[in-house]
């Protein structure tokens, strides 16, 4: 099989040097084992965190080992009984077309018709259930609120803003890196107002799209999206904070928000999560997802990089933005 493996640390933007591809030949089946071929193989921020070796909730990766992450893939050699041949199973072997290992390494998942492999890495699954976790859990979204979602064209981002509206929320804003996508955010993705933050004064476009202020924060990117925020809130506001993309490639530590003082004047609430700590939530989430996908109530979009080989040019196109929705790599 052709995997890829993380040889040394980068610092600042990853480059293809710090990557090496290997083939890694497997011997018969040893009891207990399966083999699977994946169809599509996620790409996700947090894997930047993953290459410093820093403290993170996520152990760093080691070097000379393969990157592990979301797939989904078919089995197609079993010596297991409860994973058999042609189950469609969900992993974290990570960035590799083939991998043979323990069944028990595989969740095998009801093969839906209607239901594409591909969004169980996304809006059925990881980030979809971040957006869901954030708004209800973590920011506490009640109806008639008004919610600003920053990243909002990427793939948790696409899935707060319909959660959002089929919650109650009153009024939604997006914001995104290009005019193609706050376009898309309006049109396809039932955004009330959407804007183009690379066009600079965040602060500023906030205002104009929340004449009203915002009571939810669904913060994807951090920074000056952060500042804006803070600068936005109506009393009593909270924001769950799930990312922070717009600082993963920095090298040196960015400037703070200049106007934490909101915090405490308008009693603001501002809690970070991840989402390893909610998987209680996953019953819940699945019932809700799974009636609103299957009513159509949900869109959603893909982009996606063919072939194993391209998967560190994916990720550093998913981290630049060249994605809308979710960046994935079709084996
Ligand atoms: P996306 O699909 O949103 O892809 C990343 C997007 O980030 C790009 O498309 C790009 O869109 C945007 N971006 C990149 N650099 C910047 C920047 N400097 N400023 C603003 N936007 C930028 O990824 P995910 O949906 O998978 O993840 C979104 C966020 O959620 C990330 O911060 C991730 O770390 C976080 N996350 C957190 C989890 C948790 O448990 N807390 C779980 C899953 C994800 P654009 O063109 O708009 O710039």
């Known amino acids: 099989s052709t995997q890829i493996q993380l040889v040394r640390r980068p610092s600042g933007w990853p480059t293809h040097e710090d990557f ?63 994973v058999p041949v042609g189950a469609v199973v969900l992993h974290q072997h990570g960035w590799t077309d083939v991998i043979q290992a323990d069944a028990g390494t595989f969740r095998v998942l009801a093969d839906v018709p209607g239901v594409p492999l591909s969004v169980r890495l996304h809006i059925l699954g990881m980030t979809g259930m971040t957006a869901y976790v954030g708004l209800t859990e973590i920011a506490g979204l009640k109806a008639g609120d008004t919610v600003f979602v920053s990243g909002a064209a990427g793939a948790v981002g696409t899935a707060a803003g319909q959660i959002a509206k089929l919650l109650g929320a009153k009024r939604v804003i997006g914001s995104a890196g290009s005019a193609e996508k706050v376009a898309l955010l309006t049109e396809k993705y039932g955004y009330d107002a959407a804007f183009n933050y690379k066009d600079g004064d965040v602060r500023g476009q906030l205002a104009a799209a929340a004449p009203e202020g915002i009571d939810v924060f669904f913060d994807n990117v951090g920074g000056e999206h952060l500042e804006a925020a803070l600068e936005a809130f109506n009393d009593g506001g909270r924001a769950a904070l799930c990312g922070a993309i717009s600082a993963y490639n920095a090298t040196e530590r960015p400037a703070g928000p200049d106007n934490m003082p909101n915090l405490i004047t308008r009693g603001l609430t501002l809690r970070g999560f991840t989402l390893g700590h909610y998987l209680h939530l996953a019953p819940e989430f699945t019932e809700r997802m799974t009636g609103w996908f299957a009513a159509g109530s949900i869109a959603y979009d893909e982009t996606i990089v063919d072939g194993i080989e391209h998967t560190v040019d994916a990720f550093l196109d998913m981290m630049r933005g060249a994605n809308t929705g979710k960046m994935l790599v079709r084996i």
Do not use: K
Not at 42 to 55: A, E, I, W
């Open 20 to 82: 090496r591809t290997v083939t890694v030949p497997y011997g018969d089946l040893e009891p207990g084992q399966v083999r699977v071929r994946n169809e599509f193989v996620s790409v996700d921020p947090y894997m930047r965190g993953r290459m410093n070796d820093s403290r993170s909730y996520v152990a760093p990766y080691a070097l000379g080992e393969t990157i592990t992450g979301g797939a989904v893939g078919r089995v197609v050699e079993s010596a297991a009984d409860e």
